[in-house]
């Protein structure tokens, strides 16, 4: 019928993508049977008839009493499983039994009831089974049940029960096996509030087990079935690596400033060291190029901090810093409170913790005082009152604090001729305090505030900044554009304000200095002072009487000044709100130490070229050599997350979030691509895909844990039986479902918890980027449940993604919110050097090297 829809066209649409979901189960489990009956054909004419594994005259095994192992093999046990966390863990051995697939050394299962082969019940009623019922050949896998629970009694269970009792048992087993899951101990490994769930079907649960056949593992993730297919050269898991890799990760070189959201938060150390911070890293960058590179320049880092570092302060005497971190959690879920850290740039090592559980939401400034050499620290937190505070560095006490605004404070600093005068700015206000140490007792001391009054000047909305005269005075820089010059004079009954100081201060000149908001200033040593102007991007130097002396504008990519310091000479350093730190001078302009780009990106293997996805559909080539743009291709309209050449470098395979995955040839040198197809069969967005060694393969992962295997030589065909890839060898190891890597998830997974992993080229260890800002380093494969790892800290928020170079002397990690990349150096085992770059100490995967050479 032609016109539009009528009412009953959302049901029958709904209907439809029902029927289309239970086909797609149905499909998958004939995958199972088709992949096991074709097995057991092929070994049915290579193997003699069937034998008993009993020795003579032994009575037929029964569900209920376990058979005798042949000679020289250890006894075998009924099938059972022990259930821990929101995982099944598993025993498993290797059998030799020459019986055909879908038959256990018990009575032969039916072949016409709704019942799954082998399904036998354990002590209270949880099956063995994975549920699929799919044969598989004899001789791999067997479960077994652990030593320490070889006494469980278990019930009897007879395969000649009545097909009306059959659905009876199968419901009872599965109402068994979830009570099993209820009763499992709560994990360690949740994060953030992601709870483990205990039932293996519903959201935010991770359940794997190994059917009784021993050719798949299956775990759940969001109630969502995956099944992995287990290489046919492996006999038995307990052969594989266990334990952590003795390969470690030191931090080499961290590329970031947070610059877009925080203040205060670039200094000059007296050692010419220039420190800053991004995520939980406080940096000591000593410029002369990057890592490795020419004129001595390096990186330090002070690591001592658990949350986002969000402020800095450095003391007269040029060595030790205070550093403030926010609030957050930890790897539990349990809150972690702000705190301060006064340490030492020197060695590195944290003098005093101050103000743990003192402050609310985060620290937002600090500053210490100057006249009675760095005796004191003052403190604002992100509370809605801005509770401000006096410490006493040494001891770490409190000595005063007092609710300062319900307006958002963004500067604080002390008189440096008086340190009794502590000045905070923000939005709306300039506030002048006293304060009175109270004999140095903690908790005696008194804060009074005076607000500074403009009077005949316009109130400017927020005053971001201020500067310290030697003199006295104070320079503040405003929304307005404006640098006032706040002068001390004798108090006035008549002015606003409250607090008994005897002294105040008042406007004494004016000065435009910029188009739109001044986010920095910065007393230089030689007296002048430097003004860094937001939507003019203008740094602009100012001698006495405020004249102007110098100006430079900053360029428009590199966004708006944040914050300026002093550097070596004539140098200075510049933070940007685009998260750039640059060098240079008025002079001669700046250039970048720091600039961050890009969404995905994979180099050709002659290296010659770059191709860089974007998150328009749109996806360049570069010249890596000139930079210049050689190719410019835009496939649909949605975000592309990953692009990736094959090892040959004759085709380039595009993930995009519209769930395809687009196919080109490229030319032997990387520079020209035409399109060679699609794969088409995702139905969700594309998160991670690899190519097999020989080019010809792709295994692709998509935002719903699908994991689909394509024929890209043959046409780009999705291969729909997934068993015959399971010994195929892949070039790369990033798809985060698969059998090699299925143990580096944690119980309790949601599916969200592992954003990226990347195998080592050496085929050594595999790096996970979690959603935990945490870094982990696990063997390869990682075929086992709850597999140890070694977990570095750093970043402060997700992290999204994980790759090695290409020699596996380094590995390079990417921060989601906090916009930063680590780079690690991967020690080899002893701490001496990278790990050299020879085959696996593994066994091989693939079937033409089998465990038995």
Not at 59 to 82: E, K, N
Not at 452 to 477: E, Q, R, S
Not at 511 to 524: K, P
Request: charge should be neutral; aromatic fraction near 6%; hydrophobic fraction near 30%.
């Amino acid at each position: 019928m032609d016109g539009a829809g009528g009412p009953g066209e959302g049901p029958a649409q709904e209907a439809l993508q029902s029927l289309s979901r239970r086909l797609q189960v149905q499909e998958k489990e004939m995958e199972l049977v088709k992949a096991a009956l074709a097995e057991a054909l092929r070994l049915l004419r290579l193997q003699a008839p069937p034998t008993s594994l009993q020795d003579p005259g032994t009575p037929g095994p029964t569900r209920d009493s376990s058979p005798a192992a042949p000679p020289g093999l250890p006894p075998t046990r009924s099938p059972s499983s022990v259930s821990r966390g929101t995982q099944t863990e598993t025993e498993v051995e290797t059998e030799s039994s020459p019986g055909p697939p879908g038959l256990i050394n018990g009575p032969a299962a039916p072949h016409g009831g709704g019942e799954e082969p082998g399904g036998t019940q354990s002590e209270g009623g949880g099956s063995s089974s994975s549920g699929t019922g799919s044969p598989g050949p004899p001789g791999l896998l067997r479960l077994v049940q652990p030593p320490q629970r070889t006494d469980t009694p278990r019930r009897n269970s007879s395969s000649s029960s009545s097909p009306s009792e059959r659905p009876r048992q199968k419901l009872s087993r599965k109402a068994a096996s979830s009570a099993n899951l209820l009763l499992r101990s709560g994990s360690t490994e949740s994060r953030g509030g992601k709870d483990a769930l205990s039932s293996p079907g519903g959201p935010g649960s991770r359940r794997s087990n190994y059917n009784l056949e021993g050719i798949s593992v299956k775990m759940f993730l969001r109630g969502r079935p995956i099944t992995m297919y287990i290489p046919s050269g492996i006999r038995s898991l307990e052969e594989l690596p266990s334990g952590p890799p003795p390969e470690t990760l030191s931090l080499d070189w961290v590329y970031g400033y947070r610059g877009r959201d925080s203040r205060s938060n670039l200094f000059v150390l007296r050692s010419g060291e220039v420190v800053y911070f991004i995520a939980c890293v406080v940096v000591l960058y000593r410029p002369g190029g990057g890592p490795g590179g020419p004129g001595g320049g390096g990186q330090r880092h002070y690591r001592g901090h658990t949350d986002c570092v969000r402020c800095l302060a450095v003391h007269p005497d040029g060595v030790r810093v205070a550093s403030g971190q926010t609030a957050g959690v930890d790897k539990d879920g349990k809150p972690l409170q702000p705190v301060v850290h006064v340490w030492d740039s020197e060695t590195l090592l944290k003098l005093q913790e101050i103000g743990l559980g003192a402050f609310e939401r985060g620290v937002g400034a600090l500053a210490f005082s100057v006249a009675d050499l760095g005796a004191f620290l003052c403190v604002v937190d992100d509370s809605n009152e801005h509770m401000l505070s006096v410490w006493d560095c040494s001891r770490g006490t409190k000595l005063a604090e007092i609710k300062s605004t319900n307006d958002s404070v963004l500067a604080v600093g002390f008189n440096p001729r008086d340190s009794s005068c502590i000045v905070t700015s923000g939005k709306s206000h300039v506030h002048f305090w006293n304060w009175s140490g109270g004999a140095g007792v903690p908790g005696n001391g008194t804060l009074t505030r005076k607000q500074g009054v403009f009077g005949k000047y316009k109130k400017p909305k927020f005053i971001p900044c201020f500067v310290l005269l030697p003199d006295g005075d104070i320079l503040t820089g405003d929304s307005e554009g404006n640098i006032l010059t706040w002068g001390r004079s004798l108090s006035d009954s008549r002015t606003p304000g409250r607090g008994g100081a005897k002294e105040t201060y008042g406007i004494v000149a004016q000065a435009h200095a910029h188009e739109g908001s001044i986010f920095a200033l910065c007393l230089r040593r030689d007296g002048t002072v430097l003004s860094g102007g937001g939507r003019d991007r203008r740094l602009v130097q100012w001698g006495p009487g405020l004249v102007a002396l110098q100006e430079a504008e900053i360029p428009e990519h590199f966004g708006a000044v944040r914050a300026i310091a002093e550097g070596l000479g004539s140098e200075l350093l510049v933070g940007t709100t685009k998260n750039a730190l640059l060098r240079g001078d008025l002079d001669q302009g700046f250039s970048p130490v720091i600039q961050e780009t890009g969404l995905c990106a994979d180099f050709h293997p002659s290296g010659a070229v770059v191709a860089v996805g974007l998150n328009t559909g749109r996806w360049l080539v570069l010249d890596t050599e000139t930079r210049e743009i050689v190719s410019d291709i835009t496939d649909g309209n949605e975000q592309l997350s990953v692009v990736r050449y094959s090892p040959d470098g004759l085709y380039l395979a595009i993930g995009s979030h519209d769930n395809m995955i687009y196919i080109y040839s490229v030319s032997s040198d990387g520079a020209k691509s035409s399109r060679f197809g699609r794969c088409v069969g995702h139905s969700s967005f594309i998160t991670h895909l690899d190519w097999s060694k020989d080019g010809n393969f792709i295994m692709s992962n998509s935002g719903d844990y699908e994991i689909l295997y394509w024929d890209v030589a043959g046409g780009c065909k999705l291969l729909r039986n997934r068993y015959e890839s399971r010994d195929r060898e892949w070039a790369t190891y990033t798809c985060v479902l698969g059998f090699h890597v299925y143990g580096v998830w944690p119980d309790g997974s949601d599916g969200t918890d592992i954003n990226s992993l990347c195998r080592s080229h050496n085929e050594r260890v595999v790096a996970v980027a979690d959603d935990f800002c945490k870094v982990h380093l696990f063997q390869y494969p990682c075929a086992r449940a709850k597999a140890p790892s070694l977990v570095y800290g750093g970043h402060g928020s997700h992290v999204t993604s994980v790759r090695f170079t290409h020699d596996d002397s380094h590995l390079v990690s990417l921060g989601g919110k906090d916009a930063s990349i680590f780079q690690w150096r991967v020690l080899g085992p002893g701490g001496a050097g990278p790990a050299p770059a020879t085959p696996s100490r593994t066994p091989s995967l693939s079937p033409a090297s089998s465990l038995d050479v």
